[in-house]
Antibody, heavy 118, light 110 residues
Framework: QVQLVESGGGVVQPGRSLRLSCAAS????????MHWVRQAPGKGLEWVAMISYDGSRKDYVDSVKGRFTISRDNSKNTLFLQMSSLRSEDTAVFYC????????????WGPGTTVTVS | QSALTQPASVSGSPGQSITISCTGTSSDVGAYDYVSWFQHHPGKAPKLMIW???VRPSGVSNRFSGSKSGNTASLTISGLQAEDEADYYC??????????FGGGTKLTVL
């Protein structure tokens, strides 16, 4: 079955960088778009970024443009989120999610990894 | 990229029906049928309940149904059960080729 497992979260100082990973299994990773979504403490879900199946297209929420970079390695079935110039407001649980297809919406989610900027 | 508008909370007794609204604009909910609903129990992965406004994934109870009129989408849960108690989020594709979520609705089963 489809499985997504995020890793790389932790405590980081403001202004520093962190790279999150999402290991995918149970489906043909290279055929699907992928998303990152976050949830700050006590807040709702916020879509962060999406990457197309082949990595040719990337979209971001305005608040992370220029600071976060989404990427993927289809040979290793892994999604990444490189985060730089981190701010306290980036503190959140970060989820990766598989798209239903090319860019039709999130379908299956991972359990999340926690990032604390402090 | 403003969040879609959902009621902060709704409640109902077991067996009753409730509806959660999700109001956007003509640039998101009103423009596309790419509206999804997710159930989120704190500490767990969100679960897809409805996609493309009305489509229920296999394995999701037929007590869950979706609809849309203009800029507002809705999720209806009939025959409320205790295990339905959770946070519910809508999401929509936008004209910026991005995605936006609603602020979330906490469902309490009385």
């Amino acid at each position: 079955q489809v499985q997504l497992v995020e890793s790389g979260g932790g405590v980081v100082q403001p202004g520093r960088s962190l790279r999150l990973s999402c290991a995918a299994s149970g489906f043909t990773f290279s055929n699907y778009g992928m998303h990152w979504v976050r949830q700050a403490p006590g807040k709702g879900l916020e879509w962060v970024a999406m990457i197309s199946y082949d990595g040719s297209r990337k979209d971001y929420v305005d608040s992370v443009k220029g600071r976060f970079t989404i990427s993927r390695d289809n040979s290793k079935n892994t999604l990444f989120l490189q985060m730089s110039s981190l701010r306290s407001e980036d503190t959140a649980v970060f989820y990766c999610a598989k798209d239903r297809g090319l860019d039709y919406g999130m379908e299956v989610w991972g359990p999340g990894t926690t990032v604390t900027v402090s | 990229q403003s969040a879609l508008t959902q009621p902060a909370s709704v409640s109902g007794s077991p067996g009753q029906s409730i509806t959660i609204s999700c109001t956007g604009t003509s640039s998101d909910v009103g423009a596309y049928d790419y509206v999804s609903w997710f159930q989120h129990h704190p500490g767990k992965a969100p679960k897809l309940m409805i996609w493309d406004v009305i489509v229920r994934p296999s394995g999701v109870s037929n007590r869950f149904s979706g609809s849309k009129s203009g800029n507002t989408a809705s999720l209806t849960i009939s025959g409320l059960q205790a295990e339905d108690e959770a946070d519910y989020y809508c999401s929509s594709f936008t004209s910026d080729s991005t995605w936006v979520f609603g602020g979330g609705t906490k469902l309490t089963v009385l």
